[in-house]
C-alpha cells in the first residue's frame, strides 16, 4: 500500500463516492428514516442494492446477514438496521488476501497492470508511478502494449510528464520482450517496474496467453509480481465477469477501481469483493495525478452513509 496517499485518503474516498452517495446510496441510508422496520422495508432495500449494482447474490447475502443480526440482537429501530448495514458491508470488503511483498529488502517489485481498453489503465499507471515517486522510490514504466502504436506514445507522454523512464519497443513487437529488457533495465537502477499491458478484449484466448507469457518473463526472473487489475467503476456488473475471466486466466492480486467520482453505483465493490474474494487495493477519485486513494472499507462504508453535501 503507498504510503504517499495515505496521507488524505480519508478525504479522497469522501471526494470520490460523492456522486455515487448522492445518486444511489442517499436513498439507501434514507430508507431507514422513513420506513418501519418489517417486509416492506426488507423489500425496498433489496430493489435499493441490486439498482445500486450491488448483484442478486451478494445482495441476498447482505439482507440474510443484516435478518439474523436484527433476530440475535433484537433490534426494533430502523435505524439501528442501517448502521448494522455499514458494518456487514465493512466486513464483506474485508478481503483477508495480503498483499504481495515487492521492493522488499532491495528486491525489485514489479506490477503488472491489466485491464479492457477504456478503463483508464494508463492514466492509473501513471497515477501509481507518481505515488511511488513521491515516496522516494524509483520506477521504470514498461510500454508492452505493442498491439497499438497509440498505446506506446500515450504511455511515454506520461512517463515525461511525471519525470519516469519509459523502456519501449516498435509497434508490433513482443511484450514479454520488452518486460525483459524493463526487468534488465532496472535491476540497478529501479526499485520498482509497473507493465502497462494490451487493453485486452476479455473474451479472446489468444490474447490472454500473451499476459500469462508476460507473467511467466517476470518469475523467471525470482519476482512474484503484484497483477493489479484496472477496473471502470461505471461498467457495473459488466465489471466482475472482466475480473472473473481475468482472475481465472492470470493470478489477479488486486483490483484498482478508476472512474469511481464518475457515475458509478458503487455497489459492484462488495460483488467483486463477496463473489471473488479479490481485494479493492485503490479507487481513482479524480482526474488529476494526485487523485488516487487506498482502499479502505472502513472509509468506503462511511462515506457511502455520510451525510455531508
Not at 439507501?28 to 445500486?52: K, M, N, Q, T, Y
Not at 456487514?88 to 521492493?103: D, G, H
Not at 499491458?197 to 512474484?224: C, F, Q
Amino acid at each position: 500500500m503507498l504510503g504517499f496517499f495515505k496521507k488524505s485518503a480519508k478525504g479522497k474516498t469522501e471526494q470520490g463516492v460523492r456522486r455515487t452517495r448522492d445518486a444511489w446510496w442517499g436513498k439507501v441510508a434514507r430508507l431507514f428514516d422513513s420506513s418501519p422496520l418489517g417486509d416492506d422495508l426488507w423489500d425496498d432495500l433489496e430493489e435499493l442494492l441490486i439498482s445500486a449494482d450491488v448483484g442478486v447474490s451478494t445482495t441476498t447475502k447482505l439482507i440474510e446477514r443484516l435478518k439474523q443480526r436484527v433476530d440475535n440482537e433484537k433490534i426494533e429501530e430502523a435505524d439501528q438496521v442501517r448502521n448494522a448495514l455499514q458494518d456487514e458491508i465493512v466486513s464483506l470488503l474485508a478481503v483477508n488476501e495480503p498483499e504481495p511483498s515487492t521492493s522488499a529488502n532491495g528486491r525489485l517489485g514489479v506490477i503488472l497492470v491489466v485491464g479492457v481498453n477504456g478503463v483508464g489503465k494508463t492514466t492509473s499507471i501513471a497515477k501509481l508511478a507518481h505515488g511511488l515517486k513521491g515516496e522516494g522510490k524509483r520506477v521504470i514504466l514498461a510500454a508492452s502494449d505493442t498491439f497499438r502504436a497509440a498505446a506506446i506514445d500515450q504511455i511515454k507522454v506520461w512517463g515525461e510528464r511525471i519525470s519516469v523512464p519509459v523502456v519501449a519497443h516498435q509497434p508490433g513487437g513482443d511484450p514479454a520482450a520488452v518486460v525483459y529488457d524493463a526487468l534488465e533495465s532496472a535491476r540497478k537502477n529501479a526499485d520498482y517496474v509497473i507493465v502497462d499491458t494490451a487493453g485486452r478484449i476479455h473474451t479472446k484466448s489468444n490474447l490472454m496467453e500473451e499476459l500469462k507469457k508476460i507473467r511467466r518473463v517476470v518469475s523467471k526472473s525470482d519476482i512474484e509480481p503484484e497483477v493489479l487489475l484496472v477496473l471502470d467503476a461505471t461498467t457495473g456488473q459488466n465489471g466482475l465477469s472482466q475480473a472473473r475471466y481475468f482472475a481465472e486466466a492470470v493470478k489477479v492480486n488486486g483490483i484498482l477501481l478508476a472512474k469511481l467520482d464518475s457515475t458509478a453505483k458503487g455497489g459492484i465493490v462488495l460483488a467483486i469483493c463477496d463473489e471473488l474474494n479479490i481485494p479493492i487495493r485503490y479507487i481513482g477519485t479524480g482526474q488529476e495525478l494526485e487523485d488516487l486513494a487506498p482502499f479502505s472499507p472502513e472509509s468506503f462504508a462511511e462515506a457511502l452513509f455520510s451525510s455531508e453535501s
